[in-house]
């Protein structure tokens, strides 16, 4: 069986955000065992997985990503949109698009301290639309 709902997450300030809760407050009952793709629809933004529990984690995330990725380079091409727009469609593609998440005893098998995020790469990226499907 396959379950499949798009849903909207309102726009966020750029950074790394817990998208966990969202998520689960937007899924039916789940199956027994099974998994729960994640896709999001957009270039400059992306989806992972990582440390729930301390904010400093997100904070240099956001560090890293900048300085392996930085802005205002001279061989940017693609700069019509902003500083902030190639250097999001390259961490985009350094991260993903989608994360698959197994589904065990009817709950999403994450570990202790796993939490799903959405990666803002864009300093006003807007709403954000995921699509997510499960497999049973």
Known sequence: MIYQKEITVPSLKRGYHLITSNII?????LPRTG???IFIKHTSAGLTLNENADYTVREDFEKVFNKIVPENQSYYSHTFEGAD????????SLLGNSVTIPITESSLNLGTWQGIYLCE?????GRRKLVLTIYS
């Open 121 to 125: 790469f864009r300093n006003s990226g």
């Open 85 to 92: 727009d190639m250097p999001a469609h390259i961490k985009a």
């Open 25 to 29: 407050s937007e899924l039916p009952d």
């Open 35 to 37: 998994l729960l793709h």
